[in-house]
Structures are given as C-alpha cells and as structure tokens.
C-alpha cells in the first residue's frame, strides 16, 4: 500500500469523527501543525524511527508535543493510535490527504501560487475570482516565493499546473534553439 494510500485511509476515519463531534477545522488545524513540526525537527523524528525507545517513552514525548500545540483529545488519540500501529511517519501524508478531503466536503479548492517576488494584494485578488470562475469552487490561495522563477507566476490547482514563469519561457526557447 502506497504512502498516499495510507494517509487517505486515516485521513478519510479521522474526517468521518471529527465531522460527527464538528471538529473539523480544529482537528485540520492541530494535523496541519503537527506535520509542519515533524518536518521541521529531525530529533522528533528520529524519536519514532529508532526501535530501542519504548512505545510508552514515545507516546510521552507526542503528549509533550500535542500539549505545547493545543491539539485536541481527538488529534491526540489519532496520533497516539499511529505511534501504536507504527505510522506516525505518515502523518504528513495523512495531513495533507485530510486537508484535500475536508476542501473537497466543504467545496473549497486550494491554489498554489509560486512568484519570484511577492506580488501586490489586488493581483491576487484578481487571480482568485477568476480561478473561482473557472473552477466553480471557494479557492484558497497559498502564496510562495521562489526567486528562480525571475518573473512570471505558476500556479497549481489540484493536478493542473499554469507555469508562466519566465524560467520555462526561457528553457523553451533554448530547447528551441538547440532542437534546430
């Protein structure tokens, strides 16, 4: 079973509870926290990835984490759960599989929104209605920088990227020019 699978699977159980106790926002919340501090800290990691550290010693430093977030009982039992099954390392995946399954309940889309330099509030603005437009969806703009895109914007929505970045223009070209 693939990663993705996986973090569908606990990710379409944890949705299915927190839409019954209407924790859905806070539980999108403390998932989406908690994967950004398992990213950001090999040593946490490193916690769950080494076989001599008890599964008790394991489940006190989630608490620890768990409680300076704020998380809630539910994401608490989740995650204690996958620290029991082995699968915490899969919380990225399922944090993101959570948030596209709550987006889609809730007829949201998110927009990722790649420029070199941060562009002025009424561009975006002017972006999002027209992505709205086409989508027939509430869009989320996520807005990054990447400064290897020298001018221009790509923006992803679900599978379908628009690169009008001048990186690709210029890469064209030279694919262009070398082809002849």
């Known amino acids: 079973m693939s990663t ?3 973090g569908r699977r606990y990710a379409n159980a944890l949705l299915e509870l927190a839409n019954e106790k209407k924790l859905t926002p806070r539980v ?3 998932l989406n926290s ?3 501090t398992w990213k950001a ?3 946490l990691r ?3 990835e080494n076989p001599k550290i008890s599964l008790e010693a394991q489940k ?3 608490t620890a984490v768990l409680d300076r977030l704020a998380a809630s009982p539910l ?3 989740t995650l204690k759960l996958l620290v029991d099954r082995g699968r915490l390392a899969e919380i990225v995946a399922i944090a993101a599989s959570f948030d596209e399954l709550a987006s889609l309940e809730a007829g949201t889309v998110t927009a990722e929104v790649t420029s070199a330099t941060a562009l002025p509030e009424p561009y975006y603005a002017q972006l999002k209605a027209a992505l709205e437009a086409s989508t027939g969806k509430k869009v989320i703009l996520v807005k990054k920088q990447d400064p290897s895109l020298i001018a ?3 923006t992803r929505v679900g599978d379908q990227v628009i690169d009008g970045s001048v990186r690709t223009r210029l890469n064209e070209l030279r694919e262009g020019l070398l082809s002849n």
């Open 28 to 30: 999108q919340k403390d």
């Open 60 to 62: 006190k430093v989630l």
């Open 75 to 77: 994401t608490k039992n």
């Open 41 to 43: 800290n090999a040593e």
């Open 34 to 36: 908690f994967a950004e």
């Open 4 to 6: 993705s699978a996986i």
């Open 46 to 48: 490193a916690v769950f």
């Open 152 to 154: 221009g914007i790509v």
